[in-house]
């Protein structure tokens, strides 16, 4: 029964990870017009690697299609570097007239987007700016991540025809913009009235159709594109926030699994919880085959490390389990600290699972076993027959060390100390230790004293 269950829940997982990869779910509303086509594209939430795989599919999808203008609502408090210069690539790689349309915020990396459009237009009650780079930590940057940062801030202003210092200013705090509310000090973010002043922004509008009136496309077509299901979920799936959540429990679920007979939750929980983080990678594109391949042999080198002996299989497995996440990621530095994560969460988890909690209580009394062997219980391995110390006999085989001699007509295997002892001689067992009975080959002084 158990078998069948096991059985059951692995071919669900199996078509449940099939229909993730297959199943497009993609949300496309039309709008009956004639004429012109204009893509409606999202980018709200977190700026990620995700958002970087949906911007690629969706553009691509556009210039396929030939429309005739992108619009691109923006609503974002920001993210990740790396990911805002994927996204910048794809925005100076159109070749399609395209606007941001701030929605209600464009901090950070949404401020770097924006700039990368050929247009900006923003709501009444839009902000953009509030550019500075920080760590994973909350703590500033490095001053060369930061003037990286800054140098791609103020390219993108460029490269539009949008006065650099504002850029510069969203992303240096040295900058004195009191007149715009950014004193020395803190980050320039700019209104829909101050962004139309200094040039980076085209026109404030309420809605979407308002919009459309401005760049004289109020007949087009209007095509919405959505994040597919595997998109959402692969956007979440590779947060900085949930990539340790999902390491932490796939190794604390493996190491608990290690202690449980057969293999069960735990474990599955474990493996589930590597499908999931390989998943959202492979889909964000962050994964390739070769990471694949490498997880695959070391989970099969782990495996292996339970029938062969050295622990050289075991080792290689997790160095290439390690080298399979470390390619997974955009950020080996992230990766390198939600690893950190992971083992410390594990341990400080498993010492409390078993430890804290009990190995007889719960749910461990059924994954460990607590009975033991011992002479209170009558289990004896082997008896110490001390009465033999001193008995004389004669060896029945040579001893070489080990052999057989006779003591008042009992056959007993004996060893001796070291020498060789030829066939009927005197020997004298000199020590008993469980089943081993030393003997020593008695000399012919040491007779003829005995004999006296």
């Not at 190995?359 to 009465?387: C, M, P, Q, W």
């Amino acid at each position: 029964m158990k078998r069948s269950w096991r059985i059951f829940l692995w071919v669900s997982l199996i078509f449940i990870a099939g229909g993730l990869f297959f199943f497009d779910l993609s949300d496309k509303t039309h709008a009956d017009g004639e004429g012109d086509t204009v893509y409606v594209i999202p980018v709200e939430n977190t700026v990620e690697r995700g958002m970087a795989a949906f911007l690629k599919r969706t553009t691509k999808e556009a210039r396929e299609s030939g429309v005739d203008h992108i619009i691109f609502e923006v609503d974002t408090p920001g993210g990740r570097v790396d990911a805002a210069g994927e996204i910048g690539e794809i925005f100076q790689g159109l070749d399609i007239p395209n606007s941001a349309f701030v929605t209600n915020r464009a901090y950070s990396a949404g401020s770097y987007i924006a700039l990368n459009a050929d247009e900006i237009y923003m709501k009444p009650q839009a902000t953009m700016g509030a550019s500075g780079v920080i760590n994973s930590d909350g703590t500033a940057a490095d001053k060369k991540a930061q003037s990286a940062w800054i140098s791609s801030m103020v390219a993108a202003a460029e490269a539009n025809g949008r006065d650099p210092l504002y850029a510069r200013a969203m992303a240096d705090s040295s900058i004195d913009l009191p007149e715009y509310g950014a004193a020395e000090g803190e980050f320039l973010t700019l209104g829909p009235k101050e962004a139309l002043e200094v040039g980076y922004a085209e026109g404030i509008v309420d809605d979407r159709n308002e919009l459309l009136n401005e760049l004289q496309l109020s007949d087009a077509e209007i095509v919405e594109q959505n994040p597919t299901l595997s998109e959402n979920i692969a956007r979440f799936l590779t947060d900085p926030v949930v990539i340790p959540i999902l390491l932490s429990v796939a190794s604390l679920g493996l190491v608990v699994e290690l202690y449980s007979p057969g293999f069960g939750i735990p474990g599955t929980m474990g493996v589930l919880a590597l499908v999931l983080f390989f998943y959202g990678h492979i889909v964000a594109g962050l994964a390739g085959y070769e990471a694949i391949i490498l997880l695959v042999l070391g989970i099969g080198l782990v495996i292996a490390e339970f029938f062969l002996p050295g622990g050289i299989a075991g080792i290689a497995g997790i160095i290439a389990i390690v080298s399979s996440l470390m390619l997974s990621s955009a950020d080996m530095g992230h990766m390198a600290m939600s690893l950190g994560i992971a083992l410390l969460v594990t341990i400080v988890v498993s010492v409390i699972l078993f430890k804290t909690m009990g190995l007889e209580r719960g749910f461990f009394r059924h994954v460990i076993l607590n009975d033991s062997t011992s002479a209170e219980k009558g289990y004896v391995s082997s008896v110490n027959r001390l009465d033999l110390i001193g008995l004389e006999g004669k060896s029945l085989t040579p001893l070489r060390p080990s052999g057989t001699a006779d003591f008042d007509g009992e056959r007993l295997d004996v060893v001796t100390e070291g020498g060789f002892v030829p066939v009927n001689k005197h020997v004298k067992i000199m020590k008993t230790e469980g089943s081993r009975i030393v003997v020593r080959e008695l000399k012919k002084d040491e007779l003829e004293e005995e004999t006296e």
